[in-house]
C-alpha cells in the first residue's frame, strides 16, 4: 500500500509540473539578475547584490546574452561583449546554446516566468534568476 501511495505522489508531483512552454520563450527577453546557485549536494548560496547582471535579447528564438552593469542614473554599463545564443528544443525541454569566441554550450531552461528564471548546466547547477529591478533613489 505504501509503494501505491508513493507512486501516486511522484505520478501527481510530475504532472503538476508544467515545464517550459514554447510560448514563454520570449519571457527570456529582458535583464535577469542572479538570486541563487543551487550546487550538486543540494547547498546553495544566495547571491544578495550584483554587481553584474544579465541582458538577454531573443528573437525567432535567436539572439544574445550580454553582462550589464546597472548604474544609479538608470543606464547600463557594459563591456560591449555578447555571446551569441539560440533556443533548442529536444524531447519536449528547451535548451539556450552559446557560442562564443571560445566556446561552445548549452543550459536547460528548467523554469520560465515572468518573474523567474532556473537554468542548469552540464555540471547540474541549477542558477535562478530574477527579473531586474532597477534602482531608485526616489
Known amino acids: 500500500m505504501k509503494k501505491l501511495?508513493?507512486?501516486?505522489?511522484?505520478?501527481?508531483?510530475?504532472?503538476?509540473?508544467?515545464?517550459?512552454?514554447?510560448e514563454d520563450l520570449n519571457k527570456l527577453n529582458g535583464y535577469w539578475e542572479i538570486k541563487q546557485v543551487k550546487l550538486v549536494g543540494g547547498e546553495t548560496?544566495?547571491?544578495k547584490v550584483n554587481e553584474t547582471i544579465d541582458y538577454f535579447e531573443l528573437k525567432d528564438n535567436v539572439g544574445f546574452r550580454q553582462k550589464v552593469m546597472?548604474?544609479?542614473?538608470?543606464?547600463?554599463?557594459?563591456?560591449?561583449?555578447?555571446?551569441?545564443?539560440?533556443?533548442l528544443e529536444k524531447q519536449n525541454n528547451f535548451f539556450i546554446e552559446y557560442n562564443t569566441f571560445y566556446g561552445k554550450w548549452q543550459e536547460e531552461i528548467i523554469e520560465l516566468a515572468d518573474s523567474t528564471l532556473v537554468l542548469k548546466n552540464?555540471?547540474?547547477?541549477e542558477y535562478t534568476y530574477k527579473k531586474f529591478k532597477p534602482f531608485s533613489l526616489k
Open 122 to 125: 552540464k555540471d547540474n547547477l
Open 45 to 47: 548560496k544566495d547571491y
Open 70 to 87: 546597472p548604474q544609479f542614473d538608470g543606464k547600463f554599463r557594459t563591456n560591449g561583449i555578447k555571446e551569441n545564443i539560440k533556443i
Open 5 to 22: 501511495g508513493v507512486l501516486f505522489i511522484t505520478v501527481l508531483l510530475i504532472s503538476c509540473h508544467a515545464g517550459v512552454k514554447k
